[in-house]
C-alpha cells in the first residue's frame, strides 16, 4: 500500500508563489508516475501536472503551462510542484496520486493511490 502525504498548501496573494511536496512511502518510489490533480468548490477534479517513472513531465497546457513545474526527489522520495504567477483561479485542494509505471494519464482513474489533499488559497 502506497502512502501519500502532501504538504506546503496555504494562503498566497495573487502573483505569489508556493510549493508543494508529496512524499511517497514505498522505497521504490522512482517507479510511480506522480501527479498532481485539483478540485475546487463545485468543480470536477482536474489535472494538473504529471513526472512519469522515466522523468517526462506532462502539464495542463490550458490552466498551469507555463506557470507550475514538477519535480522529482529520487534521493527524497517526494515529488515537488512549484506554482508561480498564481492565481485565483488556482484555489483549489491539491492531491498528489501515484501510478505504478503509468504512462502519466490526465485522467484521474487511472490513479489508485491518492494523497489526503492540501488546501491552496489564492486572494485578489
Known amino acids: 500500500q502506497v502512502q501519500l502525504v502532501e504538504s506546503g498548501g496555504g494562503l498566497v496573494q495573487a502573483g505569489g508563489s508556493l510549493r508543494l511536496s508529496c512524499a511517497n512511502s514505498k522505497r521504490t518510489a522512482n517507479r510511480y508516475t506522480m501527479a498532481w490533480f485539483r478540485q475546487a468548490p463545485g468543480k470536477e477534479r482536474e489535472f494538473v501536472a504529471a513526472i512519469t517513472w522515466t522523468g517526462h513531465q506532462k502539464y495542463n497546457e490550458d490552466s498551469v503551462k507555463g506557470r507550475f513545474t514538477i519535480s522529482r526527489d529520487s534521493a527524497k522520495n517526494t515529488v515537488d510542484l512549484q506554482m508561480d504567477s498564481l492565481k485565483p483561479d488556482d484555489t483549489a485542494v491539491y492531491s498528489c496520486?501515484?501510478?505504478?509505471w503509468g504512462p502519466g494519464s490526465e485522467d484521474p482513474s487511472a490513479y489508485t493511490n491518492w494523497g489526503q489533499g492540501t488546501q491552496v488559497t489564492v486572494s485578489s
Open positions: 496520486a501515484a501510478d505504478l
